[in-house]
């Protein structure tokens, strides 16, 4: 009997880098070395990397891939210290046996297994050659990570002195681990207060690696993308169309928490459109809940969170926020999830509900800061989860 299973220790929600709103927008590569630190939420004795052209209009041509694990970088966050590899856990990525892939436009590929031990909270080492013009890669545009690219090959160098640094995370997917069987997953289905928008480049205080500290086992993996909708496409596939790729097609998925609908509310704003209705923001959240029990999995539903007084144009309305507190009023109440965690609550101004606290505000007054985000950690009872 089997006593280990591959389930998702990694992962990352791309969009497309074509979209008409651009929050952060995509590039490509050529003859480059493209360098990116995964921060696993969970470890295990064996690992495979998810690598996807969903979204080129080129195929994807990978001439050499390898993986290592980051060596230790203390408080240094520049380039050299933050892509140096640890010694001895370098190891070459193959495909189905080969070295070099090519990536279809609109696939996704998955390497041969790794034998790399690891556990929660190492940081992996991915370095790609792309050897031929990608055109815009498919991407995720907000991760709170830096990535690298150098010209040339140097996947196998120890460190990658002289690289440039992008803003974005390009290609991968996840990245899933051989663990002990039966071992549960969560995954954090949203937009940017899940992503992390606002917290600390590099410094791995998202939501849900703020709720992973916290975790006796069982871990959270991490499927937001700033921007995104409930209910409307851009920013990324709105959250109904991405959830059987984004939820379902999770290994090991035992749980999902939601945090929906500012986007549905604000981005419409931006160009002069009413927000979502209460109605359909409800319908929405009832739809997502029923396909998640219907796989088996248990649902956590979170009110939504405060941004009043943010400085993007059009995103705050009276109306957006009337709408904000009845769709709450209405989670605090509802027996759709199998729980609701009350985030506003936890994060917004006691004697101005509609904005955020200050002291938790990343200055933007949309996004959490690190401490907010530890904030909205705390607020999970973590019985909740029984991971």
């Not at 709105?238 to 981005?267: S, Y």
């Not at 101005?352 to 907010?372: C, M, T, V, W």
């Amino acid at each position: 009997m089997d006593t280990t299973a591959w389930v998702a220790g990694f992962r990352s929600a791309v969009l497309s880098p074509h979209e008409i709103i651009k929050i952060s927008p995509s590039r490509g590569f050529h003859d480059q070395t493209l360098r990116q630190i995964l921060h696993l939420d969970g470890g295990g004795e064996a690992v495979r990397v998810r690598l996807s052209n969903e979204y080129g209009k080129e195929p994807l041509v990978i001439a050499a891939a390898r993986l290592a694990i980051r060596a230790e970088r203390g408080d240094a966050v520049d380039p050299s210290a933050d892509t140096a590899l640890l010694p001895g856990t370098d190891r070459p990525l193959r495909f189905g046996g080969a070295a070099e892939v090519t990536v279809p436009v609109g696939e996704v590929v998955q390497s041969d297994p790794v034998e790399l031990a690891v556990s929660a909270g190492t940081d992996l080492v991915l370095s790609l050659y792309l050897p031929e013009d990608t055109g815009l890669a498919t991407f995720a545009h907000t991760p709170s990570q830096s990535a690298y690219a150098v010209s040339g090959n140097h996947v196998s160098a120890a460190v990658l002195d002289g690289a440039e640094e992008a803003d974005g995370r390009y290609y991968v997917t996840g990245v899933d681990v051989l663990a002990p069987q039966g071992t549960a997953i969560a995954v954090a289905f949203g937009d940017s207060w899940l992503e992390g928008t606002g917290t600390s480049t590099g410094t791995n205080r998202r939501f849900p690696n703020q709720l992973n500290r916290r975790l006796g086992r069982g871990w959270v993996v991490n499927q937001g993308i700033g921007g995104n909708r409930l209910l409307t496409d851009e920013v990324g596939p709105h959250g109904l169309a991405r959830f059987d790729r984004d939820v379902l097609g999770v290994p090991g998925a035992t749980h999902v928490i939601f945090h929906f609908g500012l986007n549905d509310l604000g981005l419409p704003g931006m160009s002069g459109e009413p927000p979502a209705t209460a109605e359909d923001l409800i319908e929405g959240y009832t739809t997502l809940a029923g396909r998640a029990r219907s796989a088996g999995l248990t649902t956590i539903g979170m009110t939504m969170g405060p941004y009043a007084g943010t400085v993007y144009p059009g995103v705050d309305s009276p109306e957006g926020r009337v709408i904000r507190r009845q769709v709450n009023d209405w989670l605090r109440t509802s027996t759709v999830f199998d729980a609701v965690v009350d985030i506003a609550a936890a994060v917004q101004d006691p004697d101005a509900p509609d904005f955020i606290r200050p002291d938790l505000d990343s200055g933007d007054h949309l996004h959490l800061n690190d401490e907010g985000a530890r904030e909205m950690a705390e607020a999970v009872d973590l019985a909740l989860l029984e991971l």
